[in-house]
């Protein structure tokens, strides 16, 4: 059974920061490009940052300079680093597993950026 169970989230000040975590079982993440998604109430789900099976990473705009996306394939997990967080950055965030014949989906974990 895959599960992706992302960790992390909670509450911070505006210009703080949290780390994201992706744990993977049942799939080797190193097969896999990965990327954190996330969704605001009343708004569609959209891709934040993106790392692919060789490492190469690609951000939206709104986080460019301040979140930095890592895997380290040894422990299978990736990681979502979120620095200078604004009050925008407040969403539900989602860790996506993706291949040519899979794509797979975490629950999702929190962030709240509120003074």
């Known amino acids: 059974q895959v599960q992706l169970v992302e960790s992390g989230g909670g509450l911070v000040q505006p210009g703080g920061s949290l780390s994201l975590s992706c744990a993977a079982s049942?799939?080797?993440?190193?097969?896999?490009?990965m990327g954190w998604y996330r969704q605001a109430p009343g708004k569609q789900r959209e891709l934040v940052a993106g790392?692919?099976?060789?490492?190469?990473?690609n951000y939206v705009n709104s986080v460019k300079g301040r979140f930095t996306i890592s895997r380290d394939n040894a422990k299978n997990t990736v990681y979502l680093q979120m620095n200078s967080l604004k009050f925008e950055d407040t969403a539900v965030y989602y860790c996506?597993?993706?291949?040519?014949?899979?794509?797979?989906w975490g629950r999702g974990t929190q962030v709240t950026v509120s003074s």
């Open positions: 049942g799939i080797m993440l190193s097969m896999y490009a």
């Open positions: 996506n597993a993706r291949s040519y014949q899979y794509d797979y």
């Open positions: 790392i692919s099976s060789g490492g190469s990473t």
